[in-house]
């Protein structure tokens, strides 16, 4: 999701991705889950409106709950999945910096063995 909203953007990004897990409770019952987090930095001339709403338009066409406000010299949409909250991409669009941060779905599964198959894949 975050690819897809850093293309409509355009321009150059640097990515601040995580590969370590984060714990978090499953929607419906509460149990523990697992799931990552991203982040994007964008330098340089703001986003024009236009991109700002085909990044809110592509969130709601895959099924989340967008919402924006200006907070400061920022605009943020931010969209939420309504059936796993921990979901959820945030767009803050400034003059001179652009980030997108968000963070997969929660799904089953135990952090500390995410984390131990994550040291694995990086060796």
Do not use: H
């Amino acid at each position: 999701m975050l690819d897809e909203a850093q293309e409509s953007a355009g321009g150059e990004w640097e990515s601040r991705d995580s590969p370590s897990p984060v714990s978090c409770a499953l929607p419906g019952t509460g149990g523990d889950g697992v799931t990552f987090t991203g982040r994007r930095e964008r330098s340089g001339p703001g986003l024009d409106e236009t991109k700002i709403v085909a990044i809110a338009d592509q969130l709601a066409e895959q099924g989340f709950e967008v919402g924006r406000a200006e907070i400061g010299p920022f605009t943020n949409v931010r969209g939420v999945m309504p059936d796993n909250e921990a979901l959820y991409v945030l767009l803050e669009a400034g003059s001179n910096i652009t980030t997108l941060s968000g963070q997969a779905a929660c799904v089953p599964g135990d952090v500390n063995v995410e984390l131990d198959r994550v040291k694995d894949e990086l060796g």
